[in-house]
């Protein structure tokens, strides 16, 4: 499309006669764009959105080659008005999983999809939902919510899908299937446990790092040092999935195993490679937890929790159940959480790779930066 080109906009057509009833609770910028996406294949898709009045207004998803899609869609500010679904869709963030959970049990035996990053929502849903299958979904799509009516899809990447219970597999065929006529690179993955690591492994890159010192991808694996902290959080958490049996997938758009061993080459050879590869993954969105560190007032907390219990701090418990030793992901976690809590401790990190360095130093001399205590988990 050229410069002088305008955008082009078609409307998603009228739902099949028995259209599949897709319930989408969290519907931020992930659940928007699944939701978008499943409206447009023929679902009949709700949204919730706490802070939004109910209405029918439609959501327009513009897609990476600047065309837009108008689809119908349902929104409703409380869980319990929304119609009986088939499929409930969660996409909200990990500390609010288990509250946006427990309105859903009016449904308890549909079939629940989670979408989460990090470690930990499938085993919570089966926890909140014990009659209901459990699906678990991995995106690696670039996407951000531009505003309340529009989500916009901003570069290559996909989906992976996986069954969490066995007597969920034969869902996915089906999903699968919708997604792909919608447009996104969807793939079904045989290990939900094996992909959910392998997604966790590439929100690690840049992301902790990112949110302590509020800089982007490619400084951070252009400067040796925070390279060296990168490599090592990535062998911390290699250490572990290989432990636990676990082993890096690829996913759509996400080559995982290729990461995986670049990581793994001496570091002076690994860095050129990686900085490349890295510093364009993301579309230029920044990753979530700078996102959610940036969310504070200059004197004051962030507004939400953040993920880092469910990311670095994942990797630190599963560490410390294995007895294996996981400093630096356990001080990462820690550092993320205070600077996003403390306004003192977030000037003085920001912009200061020699101070972050220094921590991770002196926690690796020390092993310091346990795990502290577990989030909201089994």
Do not use: C
């Not at 028995?18 to 928007?32: D, E, I, K, M, N």
């Not at 919730?48 to 899609?69: A, M």
């Not at 250490?239 to 996913?251: D, I, T």
């Not at 510093?279 to 993920?307: F, N, W, Y």
Request: glycine fraction near 10%.
């Amino acid at each position: 499309m050229t410069d002088r080109q305008a955008p082009t906009t078609r409307r998603a057509g009228p739902p099949e006669p028995t259209p599949r009833h897709t319930l989408v609770v969290g519907a931020g910028a992930v659940g928007s764009f699944l939701g978008a996406l499943l409206g447009s294949a023929g679902h009949d898709v709700t949204l919730v959105r706490i802070f939004e009045p109910d209405s029918s207004r439609p959501i327009d998803l513009v897609r990476p080659d600047g065309t837009r899609v108008t689809v119908e869609v349902r929104r409703v500010t409380r869980t319990q008005d929304a119609p009986a679904p088939d499929l409930i869709l969660v996409a909200v963030k990990m500390p609010a999983l288990r509250e946006a959970l427990a309105p859903t049990l009016l449904w308890p035996s549909v079939p629940t999809l989670t979408v989460e990053n990090g470690i930990g929502a499938e085993e919570i849903a089966a926890q909140v939902r014990p009659g209901a299958l459990i699906l678990a979904g991995s995106l690696t799509a670039p996407i951000r919510l531009a505003s309340e009516d529009e989500v916009v899809w901003m570069g290559k990447g996909g989906l992976g899908l996986a069954a969490v219970t066995p007597n969920a597999e034969p869902l996915l065929g089906g999903l699968i299937a919708d997604f792909s006529a919608a447009g996104l690179r969807t793939s079904r993955l045989t290990d939900s446990r094996s992909m959910k690591w392998s997604k966790l492994l590439a929100n690690l890159l840049a992301n902790a790092t990112g949110a302590i010192l509020d800089m982007d991808a490619d400084r951070i694996y252009r400067d040796r040092r925070l390279f060296s902290i990168e490599r090592r959080q990535l062998l911390e958490a290699l250490g572990v999935m290989a432990r636990l049996g676990l082993r890096p997938v690829a996913l759509p758009g996400g080559p995982v195993p290729w990461l995986a061993r670049g990581f793994r080459l001496p570091a002076w050879l690994g860095r050129p490679i990686l900085t490349r590869a890295v510093g364009g993954a993301r579309a230029g969105k920044s990753p979530s937890l700078r996102i959610q560190v940036r969310s504070a007032a200059p004197d004051g907390a962030a507004t939400e929790p953040t993920e880092a219990p469910w990311m670095n701090g994942a990797v630190a418990r599963a560490g410390a159940d294995l007895g294996i030793p996981t400093p630096v992901n356990a001080r990462l976690a820690e550092l993320v959480e205070e600077v996003a809590s403390d306004p003192r401790r977030r000037e003085w990190l920001r912009g200061h790779p020699e101070r972050l360095a220094a921590e991770l130093t002196e926690a690796v001399r020390t092993g310091r930066g346990a795990a502290g205590d577990r989030p909201d988990a089994p």
